[in-house]
């Protein structure tokens, strides 16, 4: 079965902080994804990266930006925590954008305080 | 059906009942359609797929229907479980992935 890990269950970090929020996938998709997913609002595409190096902005990009430098690993990271990043952060990973469903980590619950 | 709004869409049913939850899509070219369970504290986990070519598809206890002419989609649970109880949410995919806000279910001993 395809794994997709994300390295911190639960963070708490501070307003002004760079946050590093890591996912794995070690199944050789070519496409990863992160989400952030709020009570009521469902999941919304932070950013989705289809091949090394390539990035492609999401519906809510702002505040954020990504890394992948290698192919089983994508990175979302906080530029400068606010409070209105606290949320669930997902991430997920897909062999073919449009043929096939998408494998979740568990999440990463993120506090900024 | 699902909504998007501070509270989830809820459904509660009796331990060995059937069960169905219901999505509205909105994109008419959406070719491919998923729906996730996602349990307390986990990420979503993939239950069934079906491609817009059908319109009806089983797997283990879930059944999942699609109805293009209305933009509708259904899964089904047969003999519910207390397992059973997470949120539900569908995608529509046209290119790229869209999801719902989901639906909670509760399952009664």
Known sequence: DVKVTQSSRYLVKRTGEKVFLECVQDMDHENM???RQD???GLRLIYFSYDVKMKEKGDIPEGYSVSREKKERF????ESASTNQTSMYLCASTLHRSLYGYTFGSGTRLTVV | GESVGLHLPTLSVQEGDN??????????????FIWYKQESGKGPQFI??????????QGQRVTVLLN???????LQ?????????AVYFCAENNNDMRFGAGTRLTVKP
């Not at chain 2, 069960?19 to 491919?32: P, V």
């Not at chain 2, 069934?48 to 598809?57: A, E, L, V, Y």
């Open chain 2, 19 to 32: 069960s169905i939850i219901n999505c509205a899509y909105s994109n008419s070219a959406s070719d491919y």
């Open chain 1, 39 to 41: 009570p009521g609002l």
């Open chain 2, 77 to 85: 649970i047969a003999a519910t479980q207390p397992g059973d109880s």
């Open chain 2, 48 to 57: 069934i797929d079906i491609r817009s070519n059908m319109d009806k598809r």
């Open chain 2, 68 to 74: 293009k002419t209305v933009k509708h989609l259904s």
């Open chain 1, 75 to 78: 990175s979302l990271i906080l």
């Open chain 1, 33 to 35: 994804f992160w989400y």
